[in-house]
């Protein structure tokens, strides 16, 4: 048992010894998880407060120092970008790049994040869907995560500084390509369908085929007319003549 203890603590030191520990400590993130679901080449706007917190995944690292100090004012320059899947779509910083905040008087003891203010006001836009290959992958689903990456500078001296791509993936934009619809290219081989007009309809007439029709029955009727008259007058000499 003793010389277990010893093999396990022999090879922590020589761990220790051959990766160094890096000075780092606090974890940067944003203070509200969001996922928008979006189609090629949509618009996000965004808007998140950026805080630093004494607990979490470790992302922030320390040049020459451990933490910031307690009441120490921080200054923060910011940067923006896109994580995963190649880093889809791109980003647009609206607000200023330079953000600050205060330590607690307790930190980090107290447990409490300190915020950097003001809010970071951001604009996203999708790939299109030729980008995405849309026509070759119908209805299916990318994501990428929002990055935030900064340089830190506290009035106790103390410099550090957080990468976008260790920023954690708590706002998400996820892109789906259209599915296919009825009748689209590639999709089935069906005629559409064509519904022909009722046949009991006698077609429509506009103004200048009515007028003929009327002028038609006109005719006939003076011609009818003409006739019954002839007959009439024959009619009348013959019992003249008869009598």
């Known amino acids: ?15 220790t010894l051959a990766f160094p520990l890096v000075a780092r400590a606090d974890q940067a993130i944003l203070l509200r998880d969001a996922v928008f679901e979006i189609g090629p080449g949509e618009v996000v706007d965004h808007t998140d407060v950026l805080a630093i917190s004494p607990w979490g995944i470790p992302t922030v690292e320390f040049d020459g120092a451990t933490g910031f100090a307690a009441d120490e004012t921080v200054v923060a320059t910011i940067i923006l970008s896109t994580q995963a899947i190649d880093g889809l779509g791109s980003v647009e910083l609206l607000s200023s790049p330079t953000i600050s905040g205060t330590t607690p008087a307790d930190w980090p003891t107290g447990g409490q994040e300190f915020q950097l203010l003001p809010a ?20 299916e689903r990318f994501t990428t995560h929002l ?12 410099m550090a500084s957080f990468s976008v791509d260790d920023f954690p993936g708590v706002v998400s934009f996820v892109i789906t390509c259209p599915a296919p619809g009825a009748g689209d290219s590639g999709v089935g081989d069906t005629a559409p369908t064509v519904t022909p007009p009722p046949t009991n309809t006698l077609p429509a007439q506009d103004g200048a085929g009515s ?14 007319a003409g006739g019954a008259l002839v007959v009439l007058v024959r009619r009348t000499t013959t019992r003249r003549y008869r009598s």
Not at 120 to 139: F, N, V
Not at 147 to 158: D, P
Not at 211 to 224: E, H, K, P, Q
């Open 147 to 158: 990055g935030v990456g900064a340089t830190l500078v506290g009035s106790a001296g103390t």
């Open 211 to 224: 007028r003929a029709d009327a002028t038609g029955s006109l005719l006939l009727f003076v011609v009818a």
């Open 1 to 15: 048992m003793n010389r277990r203890i010893t093999l396990i603590l022999a090879a922590a030191i020589g761990l």
């Open 120 to 139: 970071i006001e951001l604009r996203y836009t999708a790939p299109s869907a030729a980008e995405l290959g849309c026509d070759d992958h119908p209805g």
